[in-house]
């Protein structure tokens, strides 16, 4: 099933927007069919970030990954050494 909203909203647009919204215009989308994916799209990035820091939060937490970058880091000293 399709759900179709009758929200209608105005926007004023600054100069970035207005050239993003006319790049996508120019690869065939409508006005709308922009908008509404950029709005999509935007709310999906800004929903991962969080994800995204989470995960970060965890790897810094994670005393064995800790200790694998360090030797890592080390190893690569090494390498960079011998240049």
Do not use: H, K, N, Y
């Not at 993003?20 to 120019?26: G, T, Y």
């Not at 922009?34 to 790897?59: D, F, Q, T």
């Amino acid at each position: 099933m399709i759900v179709v909203s009758d929200r209608a909203i105005s926007v004023r647009l600054g100069p970035d927007a207005d050239a993003a919204l006319e790049q996508l215009v120019a690869s065939g989308l409508t006005q709308s069919q922009a908008m509404r994916i950029a709005l999509v799209e935007a709310a999906r990035r800004r929903a991962g970030g969080s994800s995204l820091a989470a995960e970060a939060a965890r790897l810094a937490a994670d005393e064995s990954d800790r200790r694998e970058i360090a030797d890592v880091r080390a190893f690569m000293d090494e390498l960079r050494a011998a240049w």
